[in-house]
C-alpha cells in the first residue's frame, strides 16, 4: 500500500508543484490565502467550464426524453425483451445528443483536483521533524514560503488556520464555529444548485428521473461528511467552485445554451424526416396568389 501511494505521489509531483507555484504567484498579488484559493479555483473552474456546459446540456436532454424513454418502456416489457429496449434506449440517446451518466461528469472531474489541492495544503503547512515549518510544492523564494514559515505553516485566512479541519483542535468552541459553517455553506449551495436545475425544470415542464432526484438528494450528504474530514481551505474550493457552477448555469439557461434542441422540438430520426411532407413557406404562398391574380385579370381582359 505504500509503495502505491508512493507512486501516485511521484506522478503527481509536478502537478503539485504547478498548483503550488500558481497558489504562490496569486498570493503575491494580494498577500491572502483565501484569496489566492479562490484566484486558483477560478483558473481551474474556467478549464473545467466546456465540461460543465456539455454536462448540463446532456442533463437537459436526458430530462426532456423522459416521455419518450418511457413509451420505450412500455413498448418492451419483460427481460426477454431487455436487450432490444437497450439497443432503442441508445439509439434514442444518440439521436438526442443525451448521456445518460453525462449529469455526474462535474462530480467526477472534481476528484483529481481535490487530491491535488489537498496534497498542496498539506505541502503547503508541512513541518520538520523538529517542529520547524517546512512548505513544499512553492518557490522557496516566494512571499508565501516566507510567510507561512514566519508563522510556523498556519495558513491563517480571516482568523482561521485554513489547514485545520472543523473537529481539530481549536482551543475553544467559539474557534470551530468558522469551520462548521464553512461545511454548512458547502452543502447548502450544492443544494441550491440542484433546486435551481429543478426550478427550470418545473418551469419547462419537464419532469426529472427519479434516479437523478435520488442522487440529488444523496450526494450532498456524503459531501458533508467528505467536508468534515478535509481542511478547511479545499471546503473553501468546494464552496467557490459551487458558486462558479451556479453562475455559469444560470448564463446557460438565460442564453438557452443548455436547450440541446433549438427551439424546444426533439429531432426527427432520418426515416420521419424523409415522410414527413414540407410546408410550404409563407413568401412561397404569397408568391403563388400573386401570380393566380395576374392570370385572372389576363383572362378577363380577354
Known amino acids: 500500500m505504500a509503495s502505491i501511494t508512493h507512486t501516485i505521489g511521484s506522478v503527481f509531483q509536478p502537478i503539485f508543484h504547478l498548483f503550488g507555484w500558481l497558489l504562490a504567484f496569486f498570493y503575491g498579488l494580494i498577500p491572502n490565502y483565501a484569496v ?3 484566484l486558483l479555483t477560478i483558473v481551474i473552474m474556467g478549464a473545467l467550464t466546456p465540461f460543465t456546459i456539455k454536462s448540463t446540456k446532456s442533463m437537459m436532454a436526458m430530462q426532456k426524453l423522459q416521455p419518450e424513454i418511457k413509451k420505450l418502456q412500455q413498448k418492451y416489457k419483460g427481460p426477454e425483451n431487455r436487450q432490444i429496449l437497450n439497443e432503442e434506449l441508445m439509439r434514442l440517446y444518440r439521436e438526442e445528443g443525451a448521456n445518460p451518466v453525462g449529469g455526474c461528469l462535474p462530480v467526477l472531474l472534481q476528484a483529481p483536483f481535490l487530491f491535488i489541492l489537498y496534497s498542496v495544503i498539506k505541502g503547503l503547512a508541512n513541518k520538520t ?4 515549518a517546512q512548505p513544499r510544492y512553492i518557490p522557496s523564494s516566494s512571499k508565501m514560503y516566507h510567510n507561512l514559515v514566519n508563522s510556523g ?12 479541519k472543523p473537529f481539530s ?15 454548512a455553506v458547502a452543502v447548502a449551495l450544492q443544494y441550491f444548485q440542484m433546486a435551481q436545475m429543478n426550478s427550470r425544470n418545473r418551469k419547462t415542464g419537464q419532469a426529472m428521473p427519479s434516479q437523478q432526484l435520488m442522487m440529488q438528494r444523496f450526494l450532498p450528504i456524503v459531501f458533508a461528511y467528505f467536508y468534515m474530514v478535509i481542511p478547511a481551505a479545499v471546503v473553501l474550493y468546494m464552496i467557490v467552485s459551487t458558486i462558479i457552477r451556479i453562475i455559469t448555469q444560470d448564463l446557460m439557461f438565460r442564453a438557452g445554451v443548455s436547450n440541446p434542441h ?15 411532407p414540407e410546408l410550404p413557406q409563407p413568401s412561397t404562398l404569397k408568391s403563388q396568389q400573386q ?5 385572372k385579370r389576363k383572362r378577363k381582359a380577354r
Open 291 to 295: 401570380s393566380r391574380s395576374r392570370a
Open 129 to 132: 521533524s523538529l517542529g520547524l
Open 262 to 276: 433549438k427551439g424546444g422540438e426533439r429531432a426527427l430520426p432520418a426515416a420521419e424526416k424523409q415522410a414527413a
Open 153 to 164: 505553516g498556519q495558513i491563517k485566512a480571516f482568523g482561521m488556520d485554513l489547514n485545520l
Open 36 to 38: 489566492a484559493i479562490a
Open 169 to 183: 483542535s481549536h482551543g475553544s468552541i467559539a474557534a470551530a464555529i468558522p469551520f462548521f459553517i464553512f461545511v
